[in-house]
């Protein structure tokens, strides 16, 4: 007769987890016991339970299925919140296993309880405690089917004296769900949009919920002429070979993004929950496509929105569509984005700096010649596998992964891009790699990132998981500093005071290396690249780079040229 746990165990392996990431403790005994005796699933023990409950995300993430991790009673549970936290504003499943105290303690506030209904309560679809061992058939997938129709965080509490107890064996059968089918709007309401996109200027505005929907964009895009800004996570499916799309917006963006948005008639918005709306144009006619109803017109107000799968919405409106008579916004959108990113580019260029058009700014942002970021990133770009999969800490990594790599091929991109949480990059890259480890991985974390959760290298070691891991070391939580100087402040509390972080790795048992110099970095980058196991590249960057946004006020403009002559004289002794 089974247990609870050898149930739940090999429920989850016959739908295909492959992994349970976590911290093994008392109550979760009976469950990892279960793993041990379970060929099809593999144990990955994290340094951190947030690490764990990271890595389950971004399973989820590159598979579309849900992910597993663990915690243990109390602290061990507590700890993996902020990874749920990333997993629901991702809107993908995971399924938390969590242990609590016997039942008879339950309330009593036993060693280490912590109500888990009630803490988990904002960040799960679902959360409920098996209290006697004939619920865990039941629990257990609503708890799937939850986080897979909800696409959020599913969380199933077993207490310690639970875990071990047999099921009846007239328990029935798990079975799972499989996803829903896609819907497509009302005709009336796609004849609706096509009039309302007729011979007008439209910039289409791209997200992920238009990933899988690549060919219609592009066809939707050719006959309405219109210039397409892609969200940060958009990249990965809709950027490569896309003769129409102009980059970012946002505090990553550019001003060709920024200028298509906002010199447009009509806005259509295709899968994308674009969570910034100061960076939205006003004074629009705006048409939304999203599979989730909540979504529209939660961040600008909609004149229209359909409500259906983009790819099935998208392909019944383009027989409706008559395309403008002119292509001059697109052109000029495309002209803007070409310009910039050219002058992008030769910031990539080690020997810029000694060239003309770059030694004033040296003399501004960079007098001792430090590495530039942008060189790092683009490096990453050429020699990175076409396949490869990128992960990014929130900050400065994410600008220039977003400004200077492409995602050709079949790249993924994963990031805490909703979040916006520290220290993802790592954990993430290890759960993508556990999924497949022939596939590159690389993760572009930041030194601050990368030391707060710093005990997962020794995971990517124990567990083979072969990551590269390429830090942007400037010494700086880079993208607070970015805010204080446009603020008018100058920078305080952001300097870290970092080791060797190469000679940290080593010690950790991976491969290596720390570049300085300029000259350096493309030879290191494919060293790193090329390890056969976990690798970190250490390059210590320029502390001090601009990366000003599109869209810039002159009161920003101003903080930041006073915050910097602050910062000058502080260095200088000034006062």
């Given at each position: ?10 429920a ?8 349970v ?9 009976p ?11 593999e144990?990955i023990?994290?340094r ?7 890595a389950?995300?971004?399973q989820s ?7 597993v ?18 997993a ?23 060693f ?6 009630r ?5 799960a ?25 909800r ?65 219609e964009?592009?066809?939707?895009a ?6 397409v ?12 070979d896309n ?16 200028y ?18 100061e ?5 629009k ?25 983009a ?5 019944a409106?383009q ?28 910031l ?14 040296r ?8 590495i530039?970021?942008e ?67 690389v993760a ?11 005990g ?8 083979r ?30 300097e ?6 190469a ?14 110099k300029p ?5 290191a ?51």
């Amino acid at each position: 007769m089974p247990t609870v746990a050898s149930l739940l165990v090999s429920a989850l392996a016959d739908h295909g987890v492959s992994t349970v990431w976590g911290v093994v403790g008392d109550a979760l005994n009976p469950v990892t016991d279960s793993i041990r005796r379970e060929d099809r699933i593999e144990w990955i023990g994290v340094r951190h339970e947030e690490a764990g409950a990271f890595a389950a995300g971004a399973q989820s993430q590159v598979t579309d299925r849900i992910g597993v991790c663990a915690g243990t009673v109390g602290p061990g549970s507590v700890h993996l919140l902020n990874g749920l936290y990333d997993a629901k504003k991702s809107h993908t499943p995971v399924l938390a296993i969590c242990g609590q105290v016997p039942r008879a303690e339950i309330g009593s506030d036993y060693f280490q309880e912590v109500d888990n209904d009630r803490l988990f309560s904002d960040v799960a679809v679902f959360a409920q405690t098996v209290m006697t061992p004939e619920q865990l058939p039941s629990l257990l997938e609503l708890a799937v089917n939850t986080a897979y129709a909800r696409r959020g965080v599913a969380v199933l509490t077993i207490p310690g004296d639970v875990g071990g107890a047999e099921v009846p064996g007239d328990a029935a059968d798990l079975r799972f769900v499989e996803q829903y089918p896609p819907g497509t709007p009302a005709p009336s309401l796609v004849q609706r949009a096509a009039d309302a996109l007729n011979g007008r200027k439209v910039t289409m505005l791209a997200g992920i919920g238009a990933r899988e929907a690549r060919d219609e964009l592009l066809a939707a895009a050719e006959e309405l002429a219109a210039p397409v800004v892609l969200s940060l996570k958009a990249k990965e499916g809709l950027e490569r070979d896309n003769p129409y799309q102009v980059g970012q917006s946002g505090l990553i963006g550019n001003p060709a993004a920024q200028y298509a948005l906002e010199h447009c008639d009509t806005l259509l918005m295709v899968g994308t929950d674009f969570p910034y709306p100061e960076w939205l144009p006003s004074g629009k006619t705006v048409i939304q496509i999203d599979a989730d109803g909540a979504h529209i017109g939660r961040r600008t107000h909609v004149d229209l929105g359909l409500v259906g799968d983009a790819a099935a919405t998208l392909a019944a409106l383009q027989p409706l569509l008559a395309g403008p008579t002119d292509r001059a916004h697109l052109e000029s959108s495309r002209e803007r984005y070409t310009s910039w990113a050219g002058r992008q580019e030769a910031l990539a260029d080690p020997d810029h700096d000694r060239k003309a058009t770059g030694r004033l700014r040296r003399l501004f942002d960079n007098p001792d010649h430090a590495i530039r970021p942008e060189q790092l990133a683009d490096a990453l770009d050429r020699h990175a596998a076409d396949d490869a999969v990128f992960t990014t800490d929130t900050g400065m990594p994410t600008v220039w992964l977003s400004r200077f790599v492409t995602f050709r091929g079949t790249r993924r991109l994963l990031g805490s891009y909703n979040l916006g949480s520290m220290a993802n990059a790592l954990p993430q890259a290890l759960g993508v790699s556990a999924t497949d480890r022939t596939r590159q991985v690389v993760a572009c974390a930041g030194d601050g990132g990368l030391t707060m959760l710093l005990g997962e290298l020794i995971t990517a070691v124990a567990h083979r998981l072969p990551v590269t891991v390429v830090v942007f070391d400037n010494s700086r939580l880079g993208m607070v500093k970015l805010e204080q100087e446009q603020g008018g402040l100058p920078e305080h509390g952001t300097e870290l005071a970092n080791p060797d972080l190469a000679a940290v790795a080593r010690a950790c048992g991976l491969h290596a290396l720390r570049v300085e110099k300029p000259g350096d970095v493309d030879d290191a980058v494919v060293e790193a690249l090329a390890h056969d196991g976990p690798s970190l590249l250490d390059v210590v960057v320029n502390a001090d780079e601009i990366s000003l946004p599109p869209r810039t006020s002159v009161s920003q403009a101003w903080g930041f040229a006073v915050a910097k002559m602050d910062e000058t004289l502080t260095s200088r002794g000034g006062s």
